[in-house]
């Protein structure tokens, strides 16, 4: 894994921390990108909330290439920081922080203040029956700004038909996984921003237990860092997901098209054309590879025993 590691808590760190316990509960991974005016205040209350619930921890920032004090605020506050020198992405930085650490359950937190550190605690006890627990925003979700709850709404509504199953909160940025449940996924998962829609695609469409917890959505510190281009970035990725998972939804319907199509151009020419011919063929050729892709993806997806981490270098 590139980047460095600074733990506060060994001699020559920045800043005061609590001890982490050799075998932590939990890793609560936070990754950050100029969030200077809010990291140190999520670490606080993070480390608050578990010393008063009595949950062994480690809380890990991951500095994803910021160009303000980010770093030097994450170091205050007593976490250990990963430093990378470029901003390469949400999910690569989730990716690093878990590859980092060591722990039975992973919680993922964003640094903009948004999240309620308080929840972690019944996430944290949830998470004995479930392999992955999301902080639930609800369907309001009153402080995310208008101009973007269309396209929220859209792919909630495009996830849920791939998961068949109502999904609360397609990409909540607060939830704890079991590390066994989480780590097979980890090669799919990408280094954008997607990483929490495709955890919950995964999760769901491999029958895994997923439950929710409410939460209260705050206001974010600072600016955000989503733009119009990611959503149809997100609308891409839960269409190749629905490949991946779910291949005959999409094989299906479309060879039973052409082969509607080839059988009335047929009765319209009174004769097996050559297009009616064709569309036929091509019918049962978009068939045969969904059968082939669906094959295949049962085999990939059947349990195992045994997966390591990739993608980021395991410490």
């Given at each position: 894994?590139?980047?460095d ?9 920045d ?11 939990v ?33 890990i ?35 690093a922080?878990?590859?980092a ?41 009153n ?5 973007r ?8 509504m ?10 609360n ?14 780590e097979?996924f ?29 939460i ?7 600016n ?8 149809f ?9 629905t ?13 039973a ?15 097996a ?11 049962i050729l ?8 669906d ?7 059947r349990?195992r025993t045994?997966?390591?981490?990739s ?5």
């Amino acid at each position: 894994m590139t980047g460095d590691t600074d733990n506060p808590a060994a001699p020559g760190g920045d800043g005061v921390s609590s001890p982490v316990s050799r075998h932590p509960t939990v890793a609560v991974i936070i990754p950050a990108y100029d969030e200077q005016g809010a990291v140190r205040a999520t670490v606080e209350n993070v480390r608050r909330a578990l010393v008063g619930a009595n949950v062994a921890h480690d809380i890990i920032v991951v500095n994803d290439g910021s160009r303000d004090g980010t770093a030097a605020q994450a170091r205050a506050s007593g976490a250990r920081v990963i430093d990378f020198p470029d901003n390469i992405g949400y999910g690569h930085a989730l990716k690093a922080g878990i590859a980092a650490s060591d722990s039975q359950l992973v919680a993922i937190l964003d640094a903009d203040g948004t999240y309620p550190p308080d929840a972690l605690p019944p996430m944290i006890a949830m998470s004995e029956h479930a392999d992955m627990v999301v902080g639930d925003r609800g369907a309001a979700m009153n402080n995310v700004p208008w101009v973007r709850r269309p396209a929220k709404w859209v792919l909630k509504m495009l996830a849920s038909i791939v998961a068949h199953r109502r999904i609360n909160d397609v990409n909540s940025g607060l939830r704890v996984f079991r590390r066994s449940a989480l780590e097979p996924f980890i090669p799919l998962l990408p280094d954008g921003y997607s990483f929490t829609t495709t955890i919950t695609l995964c999760m769901l469409a491999t029958n895994l237990t997923v439950v929710y917890h409410p939460i209260q959505y705050g206001t974010r510190i600072g600016n955000s860092k989503i733009r119009a281009r990611h959503f149809f970035k997100f609308i891409f990725l839960v269409l190749r997901l629905t490949v991946f998972f779910q291949p005959l939804r999409i094989f299906v319907p479309l060879g039973a098209v052409l082969f509607v199509a080839g059988v009335a151009k047929a009765i319209h020419d009174g004769s097996a054309s050559t297009i009616a011919v064709f569309a036929l063929l091509v019918a049962i050729l978009v068939w045969s590879i969904g059968f082939l892709a669906d094959m295949i993806t049962r085999l990939h997806l059947r349990p195992r025993t045994s997966r390591r981490v990739s993608g980021v270098e395991r410490r």
